[in-house]
């Protein structure tokens, strides 16, 4: 049973930083690529960035992309979100997800198959 558990979430102002934290348990952590996705009310779930097995690729949504940095360390079976300049615009739950299979990078949540129970992130202007 593969388990997933943020940390890091809160109420920032824009120009913040906030580092979000998953801790993955219950499979090889380092045989897998890994994800944060985030979901604001009344919108879909979509990508913020992904991360390959040995942390040396990595994808960022353009909305993202110069602020936030993915990271893993596959010793400690974590992957992180580092998130600079937040802006309003980047409220929302944050999840951690694991897919359902090896190989990727994925970017569709549907190929995710284990998410972890979200953190929220709240930026006020």
């Known amino acids: 049973q593969v388990q997933l558990a943020e940390s890091g979430g809160g109420l920032v102002q824009a120009g913040d930083s906030l580092r979000l934290s998953c801790a993955a348990s219950?499979?090889?952590?380092?045989?897998?690529?890994m994800a944060w996705f985030r979901q604001a009310p009344g919108k879909e779930r979509d990508v913020v960035a992904t991360i390959s097995r040995s942390g040396g690729t990595t994808f960022y949504a353009d909305s993202v992309k110069g602020r936030f940095t993915i990271s893993r360390d596959n010793a400690k079976n974590t992957v992180y979100l580092q998130m600079n300049s937040l802006k309003p615009e980047d409220t929302a739950v944050y999840y951690c997800?694991?897919?359902?299979?090896?190989?990727?990078?994925?970017?569709?949540?549907?190929?995710?198959?284990?998410w972890g129970q979200g953190t929220q992130v709240t930026v006020s202007s």
């Open positions: 997800a694991g897919p359902k299979n090896p190989g990727g990078p994925y970017y569709d949540s549907q190929s995710y198959g284990y």
């Open positions: 219950g499979r090889t952590f380092s045989s897998y690529t």
